[in-house]
């Protein structure tokens, strides 16, 4: 029976780090799970998204974050950070979790088992 279930990657070693290394800044790229993804701020809610436009594929190091919305910075296409749609397209979004032991980004997979 196939069933969707969700591995837990950290990508810091506490939230103080994560803040530490976005800085002032609203977005920066990181690597996790074998993805490039961009981590968006805005005011205190952290996201993680595809670092690909789902427009053009174009990387969205530099999108701004303006009510619940990513704003792509080249052809201002605008993706819900809720729900991920925008102009009939998609943007995968993933989960951010605090926990103890640091900060992970959570990615969905199908499982067999
Ligand atoms: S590449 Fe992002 S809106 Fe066009």
Redesign the pocket.
């Known amino acids: 029976m196939f069933s969707m279930k969700v591995r837990w990657v950290k990508i810091f070693s506490s939230k103080d780090e994560m803040l530490q290394a976005l800085g002032k800044r609203s977005s920066m790229e990181i690597r996790a799970n074998g993805k490039d993804l961009v981590m968006l701020r805005e005011e205190d809610q952290v996201y993680l998204i595809q670092n690909k ?1 789902p ?2 594929g ?1 990387s969205l190091k530099d999108a701004k974050c303006e009510n619940g919305m990513v704003i ?1 910075p ?2 201002q ?1 605008r993706f819900s950070l809720e729900n991920g749609r925008g102009h009939g397209l998609y943007l995968e979004r993933y989960p951010v979790e605090y926990r103890e032991n640091g900060v992970f980004a959570g990615f969905e997979y199908f499982s067999i088992f």
Do not use: K, N
């Open positions: 436009c427009h053009q174009l792509c080249f052809h296409y």
